[in-house]
């Protein structure tokens, strides 16, 4: 088991630029869910994958904000036009779960820290 | 989105029991309780969950009120590097987990 994986851990970028995260979860895990952490917060959800489909997208993922997980695996996602506010720690979970009850296991990456000067 | 109520910040000295507690008044009948912890710079780790017995693993216990509306996470001896934010949350939609603010464990030598 090697964990959820995540790409890069750091990115300083300036205000304007695109950037992308990548996030490869634990194998066979079918659900995939990235979340927001500023400094001194709990983290935030943003979206969610069931395989493929995007299921869930959180008021807090603006248009700027696209995420994908082509083939139900590895997942992107991408800030465009980068502002300030958008420093942050982004974090992937991935779980192995069915329809039913709410009690999978969750399990982090390490999170890519982005910076935007 | 479900919260619950944690205080800020609790300590404990190293070898002692600790026991967090958390309010979820609003829990429904198939809410799970979660507990996640963060040790800074990285991201939250799995401690335990349940949905109305007691739960015990090689991390912690979770002790639930009969009620469901409370619970205690129990660390049995708290080690230097059980210094974390500790987050309870009350149950998932999808598998969702919403964060609250935590309770600050600062563990003394």
């Known amino acids: 088991d090697t964990g959820v994986s995540q790409n890069p851990r750091h990115k300083i970028t300036k205000r304007g630029q695109n950037v992308t995260f990548r996030c490869d979860p634990i194998?066979?895990?079918?659900?995939l869910y990235w979340y927001r952490q500023t400094l001194g917060q709990g983290p935030e959800f943003l979206t969610y994958?069931?395989?493929?489909?995007?299921?869930?997208k959180s008021r807090l993922l603006s248009d700027r904000f696209s995420a994908e997980r082509p083939k139900g695996s590895f997942s992107t996602l991408e800030i465009q036009r980068t502002e300030q506010g958008d420093s942050a720690m982004y974090l992937c979970?991935?779980?192995?779960?069915?329809?039913?009850?709410?009690?999978?296991?969750?399990?982090f990456g390490e999170g890519s820290w982005l910076t935007v000067v | 989105d479900a919260k619950t109520t944690q205080p800020n910040s609790m300590e404990s000295n190293e070898e002692e029991p600790v026991h967090l507690p958390c309010n979820h008044s609003?829990?429904?009948?198939?809410?799970?309780i979660h507990w996640y912890r963060q040790l800074p710079s990285q991201g939250p780790e799995y401690v335990i969950h349940?949905?109305?017995s007691n739960v015990n693993n090689r991390m912690a216990s979770l002790a639930i009120a009969e009620d469901r509306k409370s619970s205690t996470l129990i660390l049995h001896r708290a080690t230097l590097r059980d210094a974390a934010v500790y987050y309870c949350?009350?149950?998932?939609?999808?598998?969702?987990?919403?964060f609250g603010q935590g309770t600050i464990l600062t563990v003394h030598p």
């Open positions: 979970a991935s779980s192995f779960s069915v329809a039913g009850p709410s009690g999978n296991t969750i399990y």
């Open positions: 194998s066979e895990h079918n659900r």
């Open positions: 994958f069931q395989n493929e489909a995007q299921l869930e």
């Open positions: 609003t829990i429904s009948g198939t809410d799970y």
């Open positions: 349940g949905l109305t």
């Open positions: 949350i009350q149950g998932t939609s999808y598998g969702k987990l919403t």
